[in-house]
């Protein structure tokens, strides 16, 4: 309830302010009753002036806040022992050390009253933010990023999103109730005036009847939602001794989760208590229950290494032969071993020792074949490379040939090319390399065709005989120009398909270009004839 000034109702803050000054007052008339005390007991004036200087020294000078209400009232004291009968010399010490405390008191209330505004303003300044944060609750809730809630517990994934907004207003609020609180211990530390600290305490109490009320309603509404989830939780997978819905493994790591959401809730102390007693419980039926499975797993685990052991008794006899039998027959006897495998019980981890010891197994003879299948690469590579050289002794024959067949007698020229041309034939080469051939031997053809015409030429001979051997000639002319006219077509017709690769139709650019220029040979050769026959004729 809020303090007003028509209310004989106290807060917390004004019991605590007033308890602190009956203790102050209590505080400061112990040690002035005993001050006075010792003070009466004195018989000159010289001591009781230096009893009370001593007096107010210790209490402006102790640790902590000085104590000028002793201070002033022991200064009173003592000022009517100036009026006493005292030696001047004396009177005129004391007077100036009395004088000097004095003027010290009041420079340590100002640096104590300076000290105390600055405090003052500081703690303002943070009430202020404090209450701007209130006002703009929603505003600050709404920049607060989500709570990273545990991702195993389908219970809680559910709820999410409702769990979420929950929490993330009592993680606010209770930041905030944080604040207030700090502010309050350090108004209630701060020397100031009792109408300062009146002032900020209402302030204090109106921004905590913003925030612990609602503070106060959000946790009971998240701690009826988180107990009545655990309670369904125990409901639906715990029925007396028996766990079910559930495998009791999933079941831990959803016990875990639960727990661990407990502590990210701000959860009342009894919910708190009896939820973590509850799953306590749940936890304990989830050991039994895994201590019993591992007892099976136990005598699963034993079942296995004896049916483990004897297959492996059976792998080793066979390992003994496995280095003599063909590779089929151990694979036979490899399968029978591992339906025998099929048919016993074992574990995972046995099931992958046993198949990586029959792997073993046929090791050594995948090995043979790895090297037999490397030897007839190495065999094939090599016939390859026998035949690539053959082929280019080949092609530098026919070059040879042609570079020297015009030199050569027509006979031995013949017999040259038709040795050649059984040679290509032998090699059984490769579609590139055989057109290469072929444009090879055609230029060949071509060269003794020219031989032979010349031969023919040159024949010393009547007119008659002179004019059929021209005659002749002429035909064999016309008829090789006609062989070349149809080449070049089919070339033509070649570099014209779509689906010819960039290499071919180089090649076969190449080759029509080679033809062109052999029918213009062939064509001057013709009318070289021509004009003989006309000559002739004429």
């Not at 483990?308 to 006897?333: F, G, N, V, W, Y």
């Not at 020219?450 to 024949?459: A, G, I, R, T, V």
């Amino acid at each position: 309830m809020n303090l007003t000034p028509d209310s004989h109702e106290q807060t917390p803050e004004t019991k605590i302010l007033a308890e602190k000054k009956e203790e102050t007052v209590r505080e400061m008339s112990s040690e002035f009753c005993e001050f006075t005390q010792k003070l009466s007991q004195l018989s000159t004036p010289e001591e009781r002036v230096a009893h009370g200087l001593a007096f107010m020294r210790s209490s402006i000078s102790q640790e902590g806040t000085p104590r000028f209400r002793e201070f002033w009232e022991a200064r009173k004291v003592v000022l009517p022992c100036f009026k006493e009968n005292i030696n001047s010399v004396v009177r005129s010490k004391l007077w100036s050390e009395y004088v000097e405390l004095t003027v010290e008191a009041r420079r340590l209330k100002e640096i104590l009253e300076e000290q105390s505004a600055f405090a003052m303003e500081q703690i303002d300044l943070a009430v202020a933010a404090l209450e701007a944060d209130v006002t703009n609750f929603q505003k600050i809730l709404e920049q607060t990023g989500k709570i990273a809630f545990p991702a195993e517990s389908p219970t809680i994934q559910a709820k999410e999103a409702s769990y979420n907004q929950i929490q993330r207003e009592l993680n606010l609020l209770n930041t905030l109730a944080s604040r207030l609180n700090g502010l309050r211990k350090e108004v209630i530390k701060t020397d100031m005036r009792m109408r300062f600290k009146t002032k900020f305490f209402k302030r204090l109490s109106e921004i905590g009847d913003h925030i612990f009320p609602k503070r106060k309603q959000l946790i009971d509404q998240i701690s009826q939602e988180f107990q009545k989830d655990i309670e369904q939780f125990v409901e639906r997978h715990f029925q007396g001794d028996q766990v079910v819905g559930a495998p009791y493994f999933a079941l831990r790591e959803e016990i875990k989760a639960l727990q661990g959401m407990a502590k990210i809730l701000t959860l009342s102390s009894g919910v708190f208590n009896r939820t973590r007693l509850s799953l306590s419980e749940c936890w304990d039926k989830i050991k039994v229950l895994e201590k019993e499975h591992k007892k099976e797993i136990n005598a699963k685990r034993q079942v296995s290494q004896d049916n483990r052991t004897l297959i492996e008794k059976k792998i080793q006899e066979l390992a003994t032969k496995s280095a003599e039998l063909p590779l089929q027959e151990l694979d036979r006897a490899i399968e029978e071993i591992s339906r025998e495998m099929r048919d016993v019980e074992l574990h995972r981890a046995d099931v992958f020792a046993l198949r990586d010891m029959l792997s073993n197994l046929r090791a050594p003879h995948l090995a043979a074949q790895v090297e037999k299948s490397k030897a007839l690469e190495e065999a094939e590579r090599e016939k390859l490379r026998l035949k690539r050289e053959r082929v280019l002794e080949v092609k530098e024959k026919i070059a040879t040939l042609l570079k020297d067949g015009a030199a050569m007698t027509l006979e031995l020229f013949e017999e040259a090319s038709s040795a050649l041309k059984e040679e290509v034939k032998q090699l059984n080469a490769n579609k590139i390399d055989q057109q290469q051939f072929d444009r090879l031997l055609r230029q060949l053809k071509d060269l003794l065709s020219e031989c032979k015409e010349k031969s023919l030429l040159n024949l010393n001979e009547d007119d008659r005989n002179a004019l059929e051997n021209l005659r002749t000639v002429l035909d064999q002319k016309k008829k090789r120009r006609q062989e070349i006219k149809e080449q070049i077509e089919s070339y033509r017709r070649a570099l014209g398909s779509s689906n010819l690769d960039f290499e071919k139709g180089m090649l076969y650019s190449e080759q029509m270009e080679q033809e062109r220029e052999l029918l213009d040979r062939t064509n001057k050769g013709i009318e070289e004839i021509e004009q003989k026959i006309a000559q002739l004729e004429g």
